[in-house]
Each structure stands twice: as structure tokens, then as C-alpha cells.
């Protein structure tokens, strides 16, 4: 079994992209686990204080959560430009203790909906680049930017293919192979 840790970037009951997430449990490979990772509004902002006097309950079940995936998908929109805070703050959360944080090592994906021209690509570019630095192995080719608002992007058979490949490609990474 291929277990995938879901970060959602909204904190939105009905959002989208918690929706899209939801969506990917009817979409994975045979063999893969989607597990979203609840919990994200409940973090702290992160601090090394905090962190060093012991990390709170709900962090160390999200790093707990995250450290047992194989592999890692954001599902997230854009506001202003770039990554919800939440996303972020979950990234430094996971990032750390530096070095051996829950996502060192861990195969990363970034995928989302967002009603704007560029669909989400400056948060999933931001995402990315942030996850990297943390240790993470960013799965370029994992890249869904929904632009339109006029397309069901639950129902349109052109996103669920595109959501679809996007995962496979994610649980189909193999990191070794990518490091020859």
C-alpha cells in the first residue's frame, strides 16, 4: 500500500480543494491510500519555542500522520499570490527539527483549483520551492492548475484526468530512479 498524506491549503468547510482532495480517494491507483491530513487550522504558528519546550498535541499528530505517508499532495488554492498561511505554517511545522522533519525525504506533489488567470500556479510554485528547501523531493511533473470558474471541476471529465494522472504520477515516483 502507497500511503499519501493530503495537505489542503483552505481551511474552508465547502472549499474546493478540500472537495478535489475528497475527490482523489475515487481517483487513486489500486493500492493507494489518500489520507487527509485534518487538523492544519489547530496548529500554532510555528515557533522554535514552542517546538523546543515540546511540540503541541495537534502538531505531533500531523508530523505523526505525515512521517508514516510514502508520499505527500498539497491541494491548495492561491490567495494573494501565494500559499495560504496555513499551508505554510503546516510546511514549517513539518520541516523541522531540521533535517529529519516528516517531509525530509518525502516525494512532494502540488495540485489546486483557484479562480484566478493563473490558477494557483504562483502558490504551487511557492509551495514547492518552500517544501524543496525543507528537504522534500518535489515531483515536478505533479502540477493541476484549474483556472476556470465555469468548469465543475468535481464533474468535468478533462480535471478528473488531469487529477487523476497527477496522482498516479506521485505514487509512481520513485526517487531513486530520479537521483541517477
Not at 491541494?75 to 503546516?90: D, F, Q, R, S
Amino acid at each position: 500500500m502507497t500511503h499519501v498524506a493530503v495537505l489542503v491549503g483552505s481551511l474552508r468547510a465547502d472549499s474546493v480543494n478540500r472537495q478535489v482532495a475528497e475527490s482523489l480517494r475515487h481517483l487513486a491507483p489500486e493500492g493507494t491510500v489518500i489520507d487527509i491530513v485534518d487538523g492544519l487550522g489547530d496548529l500554532p504558528f510555528y515557533n522554535e519555542d514552542l517546538d523546543a519546550a515540546g511540540a503541541p498535541e495537534a502538531v505531533t499528530r500531523v508530523r505523526d500522520l505525515v512521517g508514516r505517508s510514502d508520499r505527500v499532495l498539497a491541494v491548495t488554492p492561491e490567495y494573494n499570490a501565494t500559499m495560504p498561511a496555513v499551508l505554510n505554517n503546516a510546511i514549517d511545522w513539518l520541516s523541522r527539527p531540521y533535517g529529519v522533519g516528516a517531509i525530509v525525504g518525502k516525494p512532494f506533489g502540488v495540485i489546486g483549483v483557484t479562480p484566478t488567470p493563473y490558477g494557483g500556479k504562483w502558490a504551487h510554485d511557492d509551495a514547492r520551492r518552500s517544501v524543496k528547501i525543507a528537504g522534500a523531493i518535489v515531483v515536478e511533473d505533479v502540477d493541476v492548475s484549474q483556472t476556470s470558474i465555469d468548469v465543475d471541476v468535481l464533474h468535468d471529465p478533462e480535471v478528473r484526468a488531469k487529477l487523476e494522472s497527477a496522482l498516479r504520477t506521485l505514487v509512481d515516483f520513485d526517487p531513486e530512479v530520479a537521483a541517477a
